[in-house]
T-cell receptor, first 116, second 113 residues
Framework: EPEVTQTPSHQVTQMGQEVILRCVPI?????FYWYRQILGQKVEFLVS????????KSEIFDDQFSVERPDGSNFTLKIRSTKLEDSAMYFCASSPPDPISYNEQFFGPGTRLTVL | AQKITQTQPGMFVQEKEAVTLDCTYDTSDQSYGLFWYKQPSSGEMIFLIYQGSYDEQNATEGRYSLNFQKARKSANLVISASQLGDSAMYFC??????????FGGGTRLMVKP
């Protein structure tokens, strides 16, 4: 069964460093998302991406964040200068193009980011 | 703005019994979807069930069913015949027209043998 994959599973970085989190969505999906979950808290939406551009973003997704689909398979989240409060689990998700079932979002296993 | 409220931070259920996890929502959209996800201790988010706001019948997926009461704005998850592997965090979520998901705070379900 096709699935969303994410790399790395765990990333440790120093405050102020740039990190890139990588995701490979399910191959025929057209809608892509990033969410984050600070430890012990609820999952929060960051950004959605469709047709090579951001379709929606939350207040969390400030200028420090960017997303890119550099090729036909990868979908990346970049944090330019990490802060301690960026420590969280980051989930990538994707939705199929079927207008009936597009609502269903399939989540990847997550990348745990730890900022020291 | 949309909001999901899950009032049960934790629940116990005896193995093989049914359990209901509560979820109420608030939205100004006419068209929306309601979702339940399971998050085991390993951390991944597993999609369980979806209910569209215009669906007249309650959604069912195996042992999972969604008790959708639109007038009350509730979308409770019912798990029948609980299994030990059902022990996990359960999140209710709602999407907007742009398909952004808004999650509730979750309910930790613990199944007792």
């Amino acid at each position: 069964e096709p699935e969303v994959t994410q790399t790395p599973s765990h990333q440790v970085t120093q405050m102020g460093q740039e990190v890139i989190l990588r995701c490979v969505p399910i191959s025929n999906h057209l809608y892509f998302y990033w969410y984050r979950q600070i430890l012990g808290q609820k999952v929060e939406f960051l950004v959605s991406f469709y047709n090579n551009e951001i379709s929606e973003k939350s207040e969390i997704f400030d200028d420090q964040f960017s997303v890119e689909r550099p090729d036909g398979s990868n979908f990346t989240l970049k944090i330019r200068s990490t802060k301690l409060e960026d420590s969280a689990m980051y989930f990538c998700a994707s939705s199929p193009p079927d207008p009936i079932s597009y609502n269903e979002q399939f989540f990847g296993p997550g990348t745990r980011l730890t900022v020291l | 703005a949309q909001k999901i409220t899950q009032t049960q931070p934790g629940m116990f259920v005896q193995e093989k019994e049914a359990v209901t996890l509560d979820c109420t929502y608030d939205t100004s959209d006419q068209s929306y979807g309601l979702f339940w996800y399971k998050q085991p201790s390993s951390g991944e988010m597993i999609f369980l069930i979806y209910q569209g706001s215009y669906d007249e019948q309650n959604a069912t997926e195996g042992r999972y069913s969604l008790n959708f009461q639109k007038a009350r704005k509730s979308a409770n998850l019912v798990i029948s015949a609980s299994q030990l592997g059902d022990s996990a965090m359960y999140f209710c979520a709602i999407n907007n027209a742009g398909n952004m998901l808004t999650f509730g705070g979750g309910t930790r379900l613990m199944v007792k043998p």
